[in-house]
T-cell receptor, first 108, second 112 residues
Framework: QKEVEQNSGPLSVPEGAIASLNCTYSDRGSQSFFWYRQYSGKSPELIMSIYSNGDKEDGRFTAQLNKASQYVSLLIRDSQPSDSATYLCAVNIKDMRFGAGTRLTVKP | DTAVSQTPKYLVTQMGNDKSIKCEQNLGHDTMYWYKQDSKKFLKIMFSYNNKELIINETVPNRFSPKSPDKAHLNLHINSLELGDSAVYFC???????????FGQGTRLTVV
């Protein structure tokens, strides 16, 4: 079983829609969870950190964590073409491990 | 003010050569990482260095060695380069191992 699993996509949504990205992880001892965005040819940039169960909102982004289900998600509201990128889920086990990423395309 | 900086940005070299990639962070972080991103875009951790403890991913060939002269620097040295080493290498740092990592701009290594 992979440490961090994501649906590789691609995921395509129309402009203005909600994009939903999902991630599961294998280690129940994980304490910290992150979502990164990576544009083609660029380095990953942090979007959200979440450490406790529930929802965390930041602008158009909402991260959701359910430790019992070992599941973390990212919702992007009012998706914009500029949100088109690969979204990486990361989990701290003893160091930071990444999922394979979900490629999101937002169509105008 | 670049928080995490890597040099060089591009590196083209021949098989069998030895090369180094430098990384510096000015964030005062305690933990630094090296990641390899292959052509399929998967970010694979190679090393993490936290409070003078080096954690090595067991799948990394021993041709790769991290060198940390001080807390702000974690350089990557690669011996006897192979074609399969071609990838983008990212350095990152975090306040500690539980916190978010911040990435350098990456070094695209091409072995010919």
């Amino acid at each position: 079983q992979k440490e961090v699993e994501q649906n590789s996509g691609p995921l395509s949504v129309p402009e203005g829609a909600i994009a939903s990205l999902n991630c599961t992880y294998s280690d129940r001892g994980s304490q910290s969870f992150f979502w990164y965005r990576q544009y083609s040819g660029k380095s990953p940039e942090l979007i959200m950190s979440i450490y406790s169960n529930g929802d965390k909102e930041d602008g158009r982004f909402t991260a959701q964590l359910n430790k019992a289900s070992q599941y973390v998600s990212l919702l992007i509201r009012d998706s914009q073409p500029s949100d088109s990128a690969t979204y990486l889920c990361a989990v701290n086990i003893k160091d930071m491990r990444f999922g394979a990423g979900t490629r999101l395309t937002v169509k105008p | 003010d670049t928080a995490v900086s890597q040099t060089p940005k591009y590196l083209v070299t021949q098989m069998g050569n030895d090369k180094s990639i430098k990384c510096e962070q000015n964030l005062g972080h305690d933990t630094m990482y090296w990641y390899k991103q292959d052509s399929k875009k998967f970010l694979k951790i190679m090393f993490s260095y936290n409070n003078k403890e080096l954690i090595i991913n067991e799948t990394v060939p021993n041709r790769f060695s991290p060198k940390s002269p001080d807390k702000a620097h974690l350089n990557l040295h690669i011996n006897s380069l192979e074609l399969g080493d071609s990838a983008v290498y990212f350095c990152a740092s975090s306040q500690d191992w539980t916190r978010a990592a911040f990435f350098g701009q990456g070094t695209r290594l091409t072995v010919v």
